[in-house]
C-alpha cells in the first residue's frame, strides 16, 4: 500500500514542484503591470493665492472631497460664508510627503485671506492638495487597476469579502474540501450549479490560469491553490485577490482591483468609502455587469442590501448600522473617464509625446509609474465649457452651418511655459483629431509681431513712432506674377506711425517694412521665437503664408509674453516611481532668444492691438486695466480665425476654423478673439505690467510725424519708449509745415524712413552692419554713446 | 477513507515543495519593483525634453544648443532615507561645485509673501545638504507662486552655477537682475554669477 502511494507521489511531486516554481515566478516578482497614473498640477494654498471660493470648491469637488457639516474624516469639507474648514487628504509627492491636516481657511475678494491649522490655530504658510489623477496608460490588455497593499485595504473590505465570498478562508488550506462537498451536494441533488471555490481558487484561476471549465484545468487550480497558500501569507493572498479582481469596465478599459474600483465608482481613496460603498463592490464579484451600478441601479441596490443583510446575520455590522446603510443612494459619481484620455484627452494626448520621447511603452504601461503634469483643471475645465457655448453662438449670429466650426487653444503660463490646458477640438471631452498639436494651418497675421520685432532691431530705423507707408504695394517676382496684397479693408492709409500699423493689422505697411528688414531676417526671428519649420523666405510669408500649429504659435508668443526669454513649453514636471522615488525632473530653463529692448517695445504695440487696434472687443469683454497684449490673424477668405494674447499670467492661443480648410466666415476678430475673451475672463487674468528694461528711454514726440515734440506746435505730444539712445533728435515741424517736409521720406522703393539712412547691399537690403548702427552724429555724442552702449546691452 | 490518503500525500508533497525553497512560508516580494531602466540616473545624458512631435530638434532648438544640457537633473535625489549624505557623484558635473555667496533675503528690495519664502529656506536646506536638484525643483515651485521675484531667479541662478550649468545659470541671473529694479546688490550678486559662469574652469 505505502509503496504504492510513494509510486503515485513521484510523478504528483515533480508536478507540484514544478508549479510551485510557476508559482514563485509569478508571484514575486512583479505581480502586474502596474499603468502610470497621470496627475495634473497640485493646487498650492498659502494667504494671498488667487483662488476664490468658487474655484476652491471646484478643486475640492474635482477631487472628490465630501461637503459635510463636520469635517472630521479625511476628504470632507465645510462652507459657511468666508470660511472652509477642510480636512485634506495625506499625498506622497516627489519631494516629501504633504500630510493630512484640518485647515481653517478664510476666502474673500477671489483670494486666499489666511489658512490655519484648525487643531493648533497657528497659521500655516503653504498647504498643497493632492493633484487629480487626470489619466493613466494602461497596457493593451485593457487592464487598468491601482494597487493596494495589505495595509491600504479597510478592514471592513476584507472581512466582507470573507463574509461572502469564502467564510473559511483563514481555516482552509487554499482549497475547502467541505465547500467543494457543499456545492458537489448541490449540483448532483438540487441540479444547480454552486460555486466552491476559495478566495484562493478564484485569484489562482484569474491570475494563472485562461477562463475554461474542465476537470483537467480545476484540478490544478486546486493544486496551485494549494501551493499558494502554502507559500504566502493568508493576508498577502487576499491583497492579491483584491487587487486581481475585475469589478467593471469603461470602454475598452478594464476596471480592476478595488482601489481602482474606489475611484472608478465613488470618486474617492478606497479609505474614505463607507459601509454602503463597500457592499456595493463586495456585491460586484459575482456578475460585475448585471450589478454595474450605473447601467443597472436597481439590480445594484438589491444585491448590496443583500450583501449588508449578510454582513449583519454574521455579525460583521451592527444590524442598525446595516439598517442605516441600506437607506442610503447608491452614492456612485457621474463616469468621468472613458478609454485612453481619461476625462481631458486633449492633454493626455501631449502628455504621451512628451513622454514617449523619453520612455518605452512598456515602461509607461507596466512600471506604476507617477506622472506630474501641468494641467490646472480649473483653468482646462473653465476652457472648455466656454468655447463651446460661443462657436454655437458664432454659428448662429454669422448664419453659419451647425456644429462645422471648429476650435483648438492652448494655455500657458508666460514666465515658465508649462501648459496649463489643451483645447483639441469643440468636443471637449473626446479623444480625436487634436487641432492643438496636429491642425497645422496659415497663421496668418499671427506673424507680423515677428516682422515688426526684427524691425525693432534697427532702432536707428525703426521705433514705434517711425511713419510706415501703407499704400499700394506691387512686388515683382522674376518669372512670375506680380503680387500686391492689399488691406483687410481695401484702403490705402498713407503714413501710419508703426504701432498703429501694427495694431491695424496694415498689410501694405507690413510687407513694405518687411521686404525693407528683409524675410531671412523674419525668419530668423521666427526662429528664435519658437518656429521649428523652415519655410521659403518669400514675400508672402510676412502676411503670414506660414503653417504652424496652435502649439507652437504658443511657443512663440510665450517667448514674447516672457520679454524674451524662450522656454520650451513643458507638459511635465516630474515622473515618480512607484515607490515615491523621484525618477526624472523636466526642469525649467530658459534661454534669451530676442533682446529684451525690442521685445518691450513690441509688447507696448501688441497693448495698442487691443486699446486702438482689431482687438478692442476685448475692452468691453474685460477689464480695461488688464492692459492685454495680442494679435489678431484671419487668412484668406476667411478660413482660419486666430488670436493670440497674454497676461502677465497667461499667455493664450485660440484657432477657429474648419477642418475641411473651407472659410469659415470670421475674421480674427469676430471669432477666435471672442472665443479667447470668453476663456479667459473667468480665470481672471492678472494685469499685464510690463518690465522695462534698462535699455528703455522715453521721449516726447509729435505723434503724426514721430518727430521730437516740438512745443511751438502746440498740443501735447506723446510719450513714447525708445532704445536708449536712439530717441527722435530732431523736432516735430508745425502742421502747416509737416506736410512741406522732407523727413519723413516716403519709401517709393521701400526706402527707410528714419531717422538715418543705411546703404543697400547688393541684396536690395539695407546694410546693417553694426557700424552702421551708429550713424546718427548729428545727435548729441553724450547720448549716442551711452546709447549704443546701452542697446548693444539690449540686443546681446 | 481514500480521500484521506490521497489529502494527506497532497500536504506531504506542499511540504517538500515548499521546503526545496527552504522557506516554507515567504512573505512575497514587494508587490512591484521597477526597472532600473526607468530611472534616469541610469541612462547616459539625459536630454531636455521638448514638447512637440516624436523627432527632437523642434520648437526651433537645433541639436546641440543650450538647452540640451546633458545631466542637467539626472542627480535626482534618492528618497531621504538613512544617510543624508552629500552625494558628491550625483553633482559630477559640478566639478568643484562653483558657488556665489547668496544675496541675503533682507538686501532684497523685493517684498516676498511667506509661502514663497517658506519654499525659498526649504531650497537653502536642500542646497545646503547637497540635494542641489532637490533644490531646484523647490525654487521653481516658488518661482510659480511668484514669478517675478527677482530673488528666486537669482538662487535659481546660483543652484545652476553649482551644478555646473552655466548657460542656464546665465539666463537665470539676467533675469532675476531685469525684475531687480534698484536692488543693486541683487543685480551686482547676479554679475558675480555671471562672470563665474562665464569665466574658463
Known sequence: MLILLFIAAVPLGSYMMQLSDEITTSFEGQRWAVPARVYSRSMELYSGAPVSSERLVSELKYLGYRKVSQPGATGTWAMNGERLLLRSRPFTFWDGVEPERALDIRVGGGKIKSIMNHDSGKEIDLVRLEPLEIGSIYPRDNEDRVILTPDDIPELLKKALITIEDRSYYDHFGIDPRGITRAAVSTLVKGRRQGGSTITQQLVKNYFLTPRRDLKRKSKEALMAIILDAKYDKEDILAAYANEIYLGQDGNREIHGFGLASEFFFGVPIAELEIHQIALMVGLIKAPSTYNPRRNPENSLKRRNLVLEVLAEQGVISEGSAAVAKEKSLGVVKKKSTGQGGRFPAFMDLVKRQLRRDYQPEDLTSEGLRIFTTMDPWVQKTAESNVLKRLQQLEKQKGLPKGKLEVASIIATPQDGEVLAVIGGRKAGYAGFNRALDATRQIGSLVKPAVYLTALQYPDRYALSTPLDDSKVVLHNRGSKSWSPSNYDHKDHGDVPLELALAKSYNQATVRLGMDIGVDRVVKTLHALGMSSEPDPLPSLLLGAVNMTPLEVTQLYQTIASGGYRSPLRAIREVMGPEGKALKRYPLTIKRTVPAGPVYLLSRAMQSVVTRGTSRYLLSALPKSLNLAGKTGTTDNLRDSWFAGFSSDYVTVVWVGRDDNKPAGLSGSSGALRVWADMMKPLKPSPLDLVVPGTIEMARVDSRSGMLFNPVCGGKGVEMPFLRGYTPYEEAYCDSDYLLAPAPARGSSNQVTRPGRGSRDSDGHPDFNGDSWDNNRSRPSKKSNEGLGGFLRGIF | ?201
Open chain 2, 1 to 201: 477513507m481514500k480521500t484521506l490518503i490521497v489529502l494527506a500525500q497532497l500536504l506531504f508533497i506542499v511540504q517538500l515543495a515548499g521546503c526545496t525553497n527552504s522557506t516554507p512560508r515567504v512573505k512575497p516580494a514587494p508587490v512591484y519593483q521597477h526597472g532600473e531602466r526607468v530611472g534616469g540616473g541610469s541612462t547616459s545624458a539625459l536630454e531636455m525634453p521638448e514638447i512637440g512631435t516624436e523627432e527632437g530638434g523642434e520648437y526651433g532648438q537645433e541639436p546641440g544648443e543650450e538647452y540640451r544640457v546633458s545631466e542637467l537633473d539626472s542627480d535626482v535625489p534618492q528618497a531621504p532615507t538613512d544617510s543624508p549624505v552629500t552625494d558628491l557623484s550625483s553633482n559630477s558635473l559640478s566639478s568643484g561645485g562653483e558657488q556665489v555667496a547668496y544675496a541675503g533675503s533682507a538686501d532684497s528690495g523685493a517684498s516676498m509673501g511667506k509661502a514663497a519664502n517658506s519654499l525659498l529656506e526649504k531650497a537653502e536646506s536642500q542646497q545646503q545638504a547637497g540635494d542641489l536638484s532637490g533644490a531646484a525643483s523647490t525654487l521653481e515651485r516658488a518661482v510659480r507662486i511668484e514669478s517675478r521675484n527677482p530673488l528666486l531667479w537669482n538662487r535659481l541662478a546660483n543652484v545652476r552655477l553649482q551644478q555646473g550649468h552655466s548657460d542656464l545659470a546665465v539666463e537665470f541671473a539676467s533675469k532675476s537682475s531685469e525684475f531687480a529694479g534698484s536692488d543693486e546688490a541683487l543685480k551686482q550678486n547676479n554679475s558675480e554669477i555671471i562672470d563665474k559662469a562665464n569665466s574658463p574652469r
